[in-house]
Structures are given as structure tokens and as C-alpha cells.
């Protein structure tokens, strides 16, 4: 006899989760209530893979980065048959992705493009809440656009969106804005700001140290309080720019106060990705700890050039989908969740077809119905009935069914009472079963 070896079960890799129901059905809801603000701007769904050349990132979001230096999936790929393995990598952020295959379809070559997207993006962080190595995002990207107007659009969509999935602005979440400027204006400031940096250099960690001269802007992105004050102090980026970064960044504003968003100036607002230049932005929460920054995005009008196509100024912004839900529970806005019109008990196999072929007719009615799976006890059948939600239980039983017939019994409502209709003409009476 061969010893049988009890196999483990697997489980997921950390920081990656399974979306499992009912909180799916809040990420339907979430998608959904996106999608209908989207659509109102005229925005269009784009996918790409989610798997690219490493090179794409690498380029695209910049080599001395916290994403391209120590948290993307990148690897080998099995060598074909002339040697020749490709060097990919999971997706941290789609923007990259998003301008090579406009890139590559030609698809900004007669006009801009309004685009959003919905995925997963994938890096390898410390998970924590608000924080796994697989999370999803939702995200915009207007290309081809010089702005400010454009830029304006993207942030009154972003705070339509909160706005409609009833967060309340200041109380729930805040807007930030900065202006990054030009390169030759961020070339000046960084000069002074490297000075400032070496003053301080014995403050400074190690990521810091390492990043002085390479990224000096990363390093009053940081999120350690003892470097704060430092960071305060630091030259301002905004006090280096020329007229037209502040005639952009005026534009951009002038636009938002004149729709009523409201909006905090901070001049140390850089983003974690290289591209951007002038308008960024974050809606931040104080509600979630250190993950607070909901959504983040701006304007990135080098990247196109940089990735190989033909120059051309975008603006987009990514939201956090997990972040989204944790806030919107933290703050107690929750959807209603899902809930079937009607149950259809079964009492008995016979008539079986019939009963399913009557489902399909209500079905086609728009009837959103679910059957009892299986033959079980009345008992039982009216538990499931009674825990699914549905707003009547529809009583399939023999009697009813040798007359052609179908009995209604209510739920949820004592008052109402229990009636027979004809399956033959379902037409004629499944708006009842439809919930108002
Ligand atoms: P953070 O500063 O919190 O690390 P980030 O600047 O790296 O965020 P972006 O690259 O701008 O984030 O991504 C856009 C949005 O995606 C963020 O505002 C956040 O809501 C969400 N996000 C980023 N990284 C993660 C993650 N590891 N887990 C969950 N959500 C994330
Ligand atoms: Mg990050």
C-alpha cells in the first residue's frame, strides 16, 4: 500500500486578494457609479495587457524611482528558439502602457484622445490596509491636450466622482495642487534645493542620501517625520516658475474656483513618478492612515516623446480602488447590495422544465429571479427564499403548475396578500415582480 500524502491547500500570494461576494457586488457598484461619470465627459475604455516589456516602465516611469528600483514584477521570459529571452514585467501603473499602444495604433495622429481604464497593477510593497502588491485602479488619461482647460476637466470629473458617491469635500477628502513647471525651471530649483538638501545631509536617511543628487525632488516626497521640518523649509518649486507655468497653473485654478472646487495649494506635492510636469494633484483623505492619497495624477507632457511616439502635452489621474471602498465604509456610505426580484421554490422534479421555461419567460421580462437549486424540503426552500433578499418567493408547487399557474407569495410585506397568475402569459404580469 502506497501511503497517501494529504495535500496542503494553496493559498494566495501576500498581498494579493481575492475579491470574493458580497463585497464584489461593491466593486460593481463602485465601477459602475465610475463608469456613468466617465461616459458623461465623453471618456472611452481602453485595456492593455498587463504584462510589458520591462523597458517600458523602466523608461516610462523613471529608473531612480521607489516602483522601477525595488517594487515591480519584472523577470525573464523563457528563451525562444534563437536564445532570446524578453525581459518582462507586470504593470504598476498603466499610463506607460496606455501612451505606447496609442503610440503604437497611431491613434493620436489626427486628434486627442479622452481615455479611462479599470485593472489590476501590480508592486511589490509592504502590503498593509490600502496597501497590497495586487490592487486595481481606475484612471484617466486625456492625451493630447495642451490645457489648462483640459487639465481642469479631469480634476472636475475626479471631484464629481467623490462628490456623487457621496463624499462630502473637506470633511471626507481634500484636493491638492501644485505646479510643477518646465525642465529648465525644476533644473533651477534643483540646484538651490540640493544645496538646501546638503546642509541637512546628516538628517537625511539613506534612501535620501542616495537620491540628493540623483532625485532630490523624491526626497521631500518623503514620508519619514523626522525629515519634515527640513522639507519645509526647503526652496519652493513655485517660486521658480516663469510666466507661462503660472499662466497654466492660474488657468487651471481660475477654472476650479469659478465651478466652486475647492482646492489646497501644496508646494510640496511631486508625485512618485518622474513624468509629470506642471498641474499635479491628489485628493488625499486624513481617514486611512499613511494611505491616504485616494487619487493621484497630473499633467505629463514629455512622457508621449520620451516613450518613442511623436511629442505630444496629456493629463491624467489614477484612483485607487481599494482605497475608494475602505474610505467610502469608513465614512459609512454603503451600496444597497444586490437582491433578486423573486425565488422560485420548486417543490417537487415534476413539471421541472416547465417551471424553467416559465424563469426564462420572466427573465426576458427583466425579471431578475433565482431558482432553488435541487430538490429540498418546503422548510428549507422558504429559508433560502427569505435570506436571499428576493421580495416575494414564486410557488411553483403541483397543484398550481396542473393549472397552468404560478402563486405569488409576498416576503417582506404582511399585509400583502398571496395571488396566482398564469404562466402562459407571464408578459402581462412580471412588471409586479419587478422591485420599484
Ligand atoms: P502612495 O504614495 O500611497 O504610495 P503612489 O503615489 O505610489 O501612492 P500612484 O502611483 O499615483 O500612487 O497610484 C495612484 C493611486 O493608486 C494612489 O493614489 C492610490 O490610491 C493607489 N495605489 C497606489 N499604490 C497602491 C497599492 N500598493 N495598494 C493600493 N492602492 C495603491
Ligand atoms: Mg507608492
Known amino acids: 500500500m502506497t501511503e497517501q500524502k494529504k495535500l496542503q491547500p494553496l493559498q494566495a500570494v501576500k498581498g494579493m486578494n481575492d475579491i470574493l461576494p458580497p463585497e464584489s457586488a461593491r466593486w460593481e457598484w463602485l465601477e459602475a457609479k465610475m463608469r456613468s461619470v466617465l461616459q458623461r465627459y465623453g471618456y472611452q475604455n481602453v485595456r492593455t495587457p498587463i504584462v510589458e516589456p520591462t523597458a517600458l516602465f523602466v523608461r516610462g516611469i523613471g529608473e531612480v524611482t521607489d516602483i522601477v528600483e525595488k517594487e515591480m514584477y519584472a523577470f525573464e521570459d523563457r528563451a525562444d528558439k534563437h536564445g532570446q529571452a524578453e525581459h518582462l514585467a507586470l504593470r504598476p501603473e498603466m499610463t506607460a502602457g496606455v501612451v505606447r499602444a496609442m503610440t503604437e495604433h497611431s491613434f493620436l495622429r489626427d486628434s486627442g484622445r ?4 479599470f485593472g489590476p497593477m501590480f508592486r511589490r510593497e509592504k502590503p498593509q490596509k490600502g496597501r497590497y502588491r495586487q490592487f486595481h485602479q481606475m484612471g484617466v488619461e486625456a492625451l493630447g491636450f495642451a490645457g489648462p482647460d483640459v487639465d481642469a476637466e479631469v480634476i472636475l470629473m475626479g471631484s464629481r466622482l467623490l ?5 462630502v469635500d473637506g470633511e471626507h477628502f481634500t484636493l491638492e495642487l501644485n505646479c510643477l513647471g518646465e525642465v ?3 533644473r533651477a530649483h534643483r540646484e538651490a534645493l540640493i544645496a538646501h538638501l546638503e546642509q541637512h545631509k546628516e538628517l537625511l536617511d539613506e534612501d535620501s542620501q542616495r537620491r540628493l543628487y540623483t532625485n532630490p525632488l523624491r526626497v521631500l516626497d518623503t514620508k519619514n517625520p523626522a525629515l519634515q521640518e527640513m522639507a519645509n523649509a526647503a526652496p519652493k518649486l513655485l517660486d521658480f516658475l ?10 487651471v485654478r481660475a477654472i476650479l474656483d469659478a465651478a466652486g472646487v475647492a482646492y489646497r495649494i ?3 506635492l511631486v508625485r512618485g513618478l518622474d513624468y509629470y510636469n506642471l498641474t499635479v494633484f ?3 483623505t486624513d481617514k486611512l492612515g499613511s494611505q491616504g492619497t485616494v487619487c493621484g495624477g497630473g499633467r505629463y507632457d514629455g512622457l508621449i516623446e520620451q516613450l518613442g511616439g511623436k511629442p505630444a502635452p496629456a493629463v491624467g489621474f489614477g484612483m485607487g480602488f481599494e482605497r475608494m471602498l475602505l474610505l467610502l465604509e469608513e465614512v459609512g456610505v454603503a451600496p444597497d447590495a444586490p437582491v433578486p426580484d423573486a425565488y422560485a421554490i420548486v417543490p417537487s422534479a415534476q413539471g421541472l422544465a416547465q417551471v424553467m421555461v416559465a424563469l426564462e419567460a420572466l427573465r426576458a421580462e427583466g425579471v431578475a429571479v433565482v431558482m432553488h437549486p435541487g430538490q429540498s424540503s418546503m422548510k428549507s ?9 428576493a421580495r416575494v418567493a414564486l410557488i411553483f408547487g403541483e397543484d398550481e403548475l396542473a393549472q397552468g399557474l404560478v402563486a405569488i407569495k409576498p416576503l417582506r410585506d404582511a399585509q400583502a396578500q398571496q395571488v396566482t397568475r398564469p404562466l402562459a402569459d407571464v408578459t402581462s404580469w412580471a412588471h409586479e415582480l419587478r422591485n420599484a
Open 282 to 284: 491628489e485628493w488625499v
Open 163 to 167: 462628490r456623487e458617491l457621496g463624499l
Open 184 to 186: 529648465a525651471e525644476r
Open 114 to 117: 479622452r481615455l479611462y481604464y
Open 381 to 389: 426552500q422558504f429559508k433560502k427564499a427569505d435570506g436571499s433578499g
Open 242 to 251: 516663469g510666466e507661462a507655468s503660472l499662466a497654466h497653473f492660474m488657468g
Open 266 to 268: 501644496n508646494p510640496r
